[in-house]
């Protein structure tokens, strides 16, 4: 799952069954959207301009266009992905309309583990990852690669921000292996996690990385 080639195949395989639908990984929006707006909302607070909110391997997810479409102030969403068969099929069908005017929203071919190459340090206000994380860490290889991308969103986002990750994996796992990731980031980032519930037996988690500026750093250091 963490080769670019078996998403293609994945998604141009949907695509030939007919009518285009968004496929969710986990859940949609609905889900979702009790986490995210209210924190937009009050990020949009201290912000005159348009907050930058990347979904991160967004497949044909309707998350980012659903974001754009219901979120009142104003919003740039990215929706970027590895797979161009993906980004292709989310280009010709999305045709959403935004709540406010000054919201804008785009698709990209893009592999996370180069985001720091697409985007300058410190500039995006929020990161959302349903289900990309969790599909890279199900083999060795992908782990690392999962790694390196959570590094390069911290790297990214604004010291204001936050990279939100869905997932089914139990805190027990995923908060250490997280801390751990995120030791290779200089100023290092703190990690949290609330609880989403369950759905259909599963339980799920909204695990909430935010980059630590360097006078957080300060406090923790020993004189
Ligand atoms: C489990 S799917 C989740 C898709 C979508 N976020 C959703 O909620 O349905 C994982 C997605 O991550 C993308 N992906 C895998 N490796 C990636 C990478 N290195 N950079 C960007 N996207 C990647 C895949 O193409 C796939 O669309």
Partial sequence: ????????????????????????????????????????????????????????GCGTSALGPCIYSTSPC??????????PEAVKLMKVHT??????????????????????????????????????TDALVRSKEGRAKAGQLIRQCVQILKPSGRLLQFSDEDPDARLIWLENEVKGVEEGAD???????????????????????????DKGKLV
């Avoid at 998604?11 to 639908?21: I, L, R, T």
Wanted: aromatic share 12%.
């Fill in 74 to 83: 104003a919003v740039r969403v990215t929706c970027a992905d590895i797979s």
């Fill in 1 to 56: 799952m963490d080769k670019k080639a078996t998403w293609d195949r994945f998604y141009k395989e949907s695509a030939s069954k007919g009518e285009f639908k968004n496929f969710e990984w986990f859940f949609g929006f609905h889900s979702v959207k009790n986490v995210i707006l209210p924190m937009v909302q009050s990020m949009s607070l201290s912000h005159e301009s348009a907050l930058h909110i990347l979904d991160m």
């Fill in 191 to 217: 990690v949290g996690y609330q609880e989403m519930g369950e759905q259909r037996g599963v339980s799920y988690f909204c695990y909430q990385i935010s980059p630590r500026t360097a006078s957080d750093s």
């Fill in 95 to 132: 045709s959403t309309q935004p709540s406010n005017k000054n919201s804008s929203l785009e698709f990209l071919e893009l592999d996370g583990t180069e985001l720091s190459g697409h985007f300058g340090a410190r500039t995006l206000d929020m990161i959302l990852d349903k289900g990309t």
